[in-house]
Each structure stands twice: as structure tokens, then as C-alpha cells.
């Protein structure tokens, strides 16, 4: 499952684009019940373990499917925990923090057309 997510994930990212929890869940084939839940699990045991082998995550990718489409709070609580950021799990920082996060990952990956 976690290869799966990650596969989605960069392919995502080489698209210089984003991609809701759902829509994650539905393409990696994370199967139910509570599909958001386990593919939350994995995306955080995914951003531990990039941090930990100081490889850029693609985690940023995946977003809530709210405005502004940002990952949820869990996201920058854990960012928190791993030294990565100091601000407000919500609001403008949080939009700006992710925004630079994904600037990051597009600056890293040649954009393929699809």
C-alpha cells in the first residue's frame, strides 16, 4: 500500500499538481472500511520516514479537498513534531508553508505533460 501511495504521489508531483485524499485513496487502492484513515496513517509514516532519511517528501501533495485545498491540520501538527514548522495548523502560514513546500517538490521534478 505505502509503494502504491508513493507511486501516486510522484506521478502527481511530476505534473507539477495536487491530489485529494479521495482521489489518492481511489488510486492507490487503499481498500475500506476507512479508506481517509488508513491512507492518513500511511502519508504520515511516509512524512516520518522521508524526514528521518533526509529525502524530499511528496507528502505535500495530497490535500484536503476544501478551500484552500492544503493538507489538514494533522499534517502540520506533524510537521511541528519533526522541527519542520512553527506556525498555526491553519490560516495564512499554512497556505504559505505549503505553497513553498510544493514550489519545492515542482522545482525538483520536470513537469510531464498528461
Known amino acids: 500500500m505505502k509503494q502504491?501511495?508513493?507511486?501516486v504521489l510522484e506521478n502527481t508531483a511530476r505534473k507539477h499538481q495536487t491530489i485529494s485524499y479521495r482521489m489518492l485513496a481511489i488510486e492507490a487502492e487503499i481498500p475500506g472500511p476507512q479508506?481517509?484513515?488508513k491512507l492518513t496513517n500511511v502519508l504520515e509514516d511516509i512524512?516520518?520516514?522521508d524526514h528521518q532519511n533526509?529525502?524530499?517528501?511528496l507528502v505535500?501533495?495530497?490535500?484536503?479537498?476544501?478551500?484552500?485545498?492544503?493538507?489538514?491540520?494533522?499534517?502540520?501538527?506533524?510537521l511541528k513534531e519533526l522541527g519542520l514548522y512553527d506556525g498555526p495548523e491553519q490560516g495564512p502560514e499554512a497556505i504559505d508553508k505549503h505553497t513553498?513546500?510544493?514550489?519545492?517538490?515542482?522545482?525538483?521534478?520536470?513537469?510531464?505533460?498528461?
Do not use: C, D, N, W
Not at 103 to 112: D, F, L, N, Q, W
Open 35 to 37: 479508506i481517509i484513515h
Open 47 to 49: 512524512l516520518r520516514q
Open 4 to 7: 502504491k501511495i508513493r507511486t
Open 60 to 78: 505535500p501533495v495530497a490535500v484536503s479537498r476544501g478551500e484552500p485545498a492544503i493538507p489538514r491540520t494533522g499534517f502540520f501538527i506533524l
Open 54 to 57: 533526509g529525502v524530499l517528501s
Open 100 to 114: 513553498a513546500l510544493l514550489a519545492e517538490i515542482y522545482s525538483t521534478m520536470p513537469k510531464v505533460q498528461h
